[in-house]
């Protein structure tokens, strides 16, 4: 018999992994090339510390923390639902191009953005990028369900080769780009590719944290929904359920969330993949806990591969997006070999 956790039996899990993150976050604000003290913290967020301190803490470390947190949260979740809708564990937003687009929208901007933002407020320009990349990747969301949909459904194997498609066309937009920029767009450009959360200010990781909260919980009141689709569409749609608008809403919700924060952070990969599978193998299947569960594994995931590049050389830092390579990769292979059929059967 199938052991489903409910709210209360996963309440322990979800304590300690929230204690985790604290501590986490905690670190976040502490540690690095100038370790600060947590009475020192507290006293630089209320604005009585020291003048350095405050600098560190206020104009860099919060920021990051903030950026780190929507970052974990935005890829994991969005992960854990498109992993529901398409009912394959394998799913993940860089997989299906959603990251490729959301990319192509941010380089877009970096590289062209002096002519675009030319005429917008002050007040609207940070919020640009990461529009830039929500429109890039909802417009590859929306053109790889479109062209993987049949009459019977959206066979998994059709979009993701539509989505190896799809990342090959936005590479090659982002290499065409490339070869435009001038040499501070390209040294832009190649910080930004290999993904970091120390580049952003307050106004841009202020409006990824804003559109992925928004985001967020778009995905959140679609468990129930989710959890019908892995009956099949058919069954989901003989239940009731309008499983077309549920995609279109899931998809969207994704590549804002998605977009938001790969304009600020850059193209994280693999955190989408493996914190629903982590949530998955404590918490269960069922989304209304699984969504949240995988949230809070990726926040732990993303501020825990930071601290580590943080730390490693100082006070050199390795890009983020390497360290999550390095443990994404060989996941996403033993996923591969465990779902491989043996070669008896």
């Known amino acids: 018999m199938l052991f489903l956790p409910t709210a209360g039996t996963a309440l322990p899990w979800f304590t300690a992994v929230s204690l985790l993150a604290l501590v986490l976050a905690l670190a976040a604000l502490t540690l690095g090339p100038v370790e600060i003290t947590p009475e020192r913290v507290l006293a630089a967020i209320a604005g009585r510390g020291a003048p350095a301190d405050v600098a560190i803490v206020g ?50 901007v970096i590289v062209l953005g002096d002519v675009v933002a030319g005429g917008l407020p002050q007040g609207l320009r940070p919020w640009l990028l990461p ?35 799809i990342n090959a066309i936005a590479s090659a937009g982002i290499g065409a780009l490339v070869y435009l920029s001038d040499d501070r767009q390209l040294r832009d450009l190649t910080f930004w590719s290999m993904g970091a959360l120390g580049g952003a200010g307050w106004d841009l990781a202020a409006a990824a944290a804003l559109l992925a909260a ?31 608008r549920v995609k279109r809403r899931i998809a969207l919700a994704t590549a804002l969330g998605i977009g938001a924060v790969t304009a600020a952070a850059g193209p994280i990969g693999f955190i989408g993949l493996v914190a629903p599978h982590l949530a998955r ?26 601290l580590a590049v943080r730390l490693v050389v100082p006070p050199a830092e390795p890009p983020i997006g ?21 070669s008896n059967a």
């Open 59 to 108: 104009e860099i470390r919060l920021p990051r923390l903030l950026l780190g947190i929507a970052v974990g949260a935005s890829l994991a979740m969005s992960g854990a639902a498109l992993q529901g809708m398409l009912r394959n564990p394998l799913a993940d937003p860089g997989l299906i191009g959603v990251t490729a687009g959301a990319s192509l929208g941010a380089v877009a």
């Open 131 to 165: 529009i830039a990349a929500f429109a890039g990747g909802g417009i590859v969301i929306g053109f790889v369900l479109a062209l993987a949909r049949r009459s019977t459904g959206t066979p998994v194997a059709t979009l993701i080769l539509a989505g190896v498609a």
């Open 214 to 244: 928004l985001a967020l919980p778009i995905l959140l009141i679609h468990a129930r929904a989710l959890d019908l689709m892995q009956l099949g569409e058919q069954a989901a749609f003989h239940a009731g359920l309008d499983t077309e």
């Open 281 to 306: 193998l404590v918490i269960g299947p069922a989304h209304g806990l699984l969504l949240p569960a995988a949230g809070l594994m990726g926040v732990v995931l993303v501020l825990a591969a930071d």
């Open 322 to 342: 390497l360290a999550t390579s390095l443990i994404g990769g060989p996941f996403f292979l033993w996923l591969l070999l465990r779902r491989a059929p043996s």
